[in-house]
């Protein structure tokens, strides 16, 4: 692999694509199972969707589910057309916000402090998400992380590669690789969409994944890339743009709603991703998988070792905890504080509000005493 112009193809950048796999796997396979989503049409659009965003951005741009939609059609077993209506409402809902502006407002009164505590509570729970996945197998997800720790920054053998390259043979070794149907070609449908599922959609998880997309998938997310490039930026607008166009269109043939994320960026960028070639690989696997592999793609996501992914997840999660270094006032910490309690104990909507209220009332007091 080599560098074309702006894009890294090197195994570094191909192992950067495969860092946020945690906020992947799972969902995508109770969408497949539980819900009945076609996987062809799913892998697909996700895979059109990296490749351009990463075309456009040259930049390691994560593409993953909206979590409460997500939580919500699977514990419920929405319908296929009910996910579709959900993520075509988005679409709308985020378009609005980037053309209206309101995205641009909300991010200009959400004080710095509030940000960093999005991005620990997010640490958190990808830590503790990752605790979970690793389900006893101690053993395993210790190895794992000792191999993050040896190989992240290793050119030529890097951490990620290395770790799901290991949960294949350990599929192999199972014998769970022998229900893999042999390739055969499944091209994404063409699909009418069912608008009178549009409000049941929204009232069900639409209304609740709103605040956490705008503060994980926007907010959050463009500061993360401004921290990491600090000579490049992408504005919560075009963040915004980005999910209204891509969830209005994923629909028509298959796709779930689709959003960014800090976390998956901060998995990307500890892995290894730098430039667009990330989502570029990562997209092509996709499209590959979902072409030729749809029929045996749950059972394949089903069997990986999730202690590998576990591990994975926490070591992000420790990555993004990092970003704390850079707090030093007190206020800053009473506000992050905050943040990180009521995202822990309720969600990240309810710790954004909280940051938001703890902030402005500080500053109300510091006046006053003033």
């Known amino acids: 692999m080599s560098r074309i112009g702006p894009f890294d193809f090197s195994l570094r950048e191909f192992g950067g694509s495969l860092g ?37 951005y040259r930049l390691p741009m994560p593409i993953e589910p909206m979590k409460v ?72 997800a210790a190895v794992s992380i000792l191999i993050i720790l040896l190989l992240r920054d290793n050119r030529f053998a890097p951490a990620s590669l ?33 608008m009178s599922l549009l409000w049941p959609s929204m009232r069900d998880g639409g209304f609740s994944q709103i605040p956490l997309t705008a503060t994980n998938a926007v907010i959050a997310t463009s500061a993360l890339i401004t921290k990491y490039w600090q000579d490049r930026s992408v504005s919560v607008k075009q ?43 990562e997209g092509s696997l996709e499209i590959f998988l979902g072409i030729f592999l749809s029929g045996s793609i749950a059972s394949i996501f089903r069997s990986f070792p999730m202690a590998i992914v576990g591990a994975m997840m926490i070591m992000v999660g420790i990555e993004l905890a990092k970003f704390l270094e850079s707090v030093r006032s007190s206020r800053d910490w009473v506000v992050i504080g905050a943040t990180v309690a009521f995202s822990i104990y309720f969600n990240m909507a309810a710790g954004f509000a909280a940051g938001i209220a703890v902030s402005w009332m500080m500053e109300r007091w510091q006046k006053t005493d003033v």
Do not use: E
Not at 26 to 50: R, S
């Open 20 to 56: 946020d796999l945690g906020t992947l796997l799972p969902l995508a396979v109770g969408y497949i199972t539980v819900c009945g989503v076609d996987p062809a049409g799913m892998l697909v659009f996700l895979g059109l969707a990296n490749i351009i965003t990463g075309v456009i």
């Open 69 to 140: 939609l997500a939580v919500m059609a699977i514990a419920q077993a929405w319908s296929p057309g009910q996910i579709y209506a959900s993520a075509f409402a988005m679409g709308i809902t985020w378009l609005f916000l980037g053309l209206s502006g309101a995205i641009n407002w909300i991010a200009a009164h959400t004080p710095h402090s509030v940000i960093r505590g999005i991005q620990f509570s997010l640490g958190i729970l990808l830590a503790i998400q990752g605790f979970r996945m690793i389900q006893g197998a101690w053993f395993l």
């Open 162 to 194: 290395v770790l799901v390259a290991g949960g294949i043979l350990l599929m192999a070794f199972r014998g769970d690789l022998s229900s893999i149907q042999p390739m055969s070609l499944a091209l994404p449908q063409l699909l009418k969409l069912d």
């Open 239 to 281: 963040l915004s743009l980005n999910m209204g166009v891509m969830n209005l269109l994923g629909p028509f043939i298959g796709g779930i709603p689709l959003c960014h994320g800090a976390g998956g960026l901060a998995g990307q960028y500890y892995f290894g991703a730098r430039t667009g070639g990330a989502n570029i690989i």
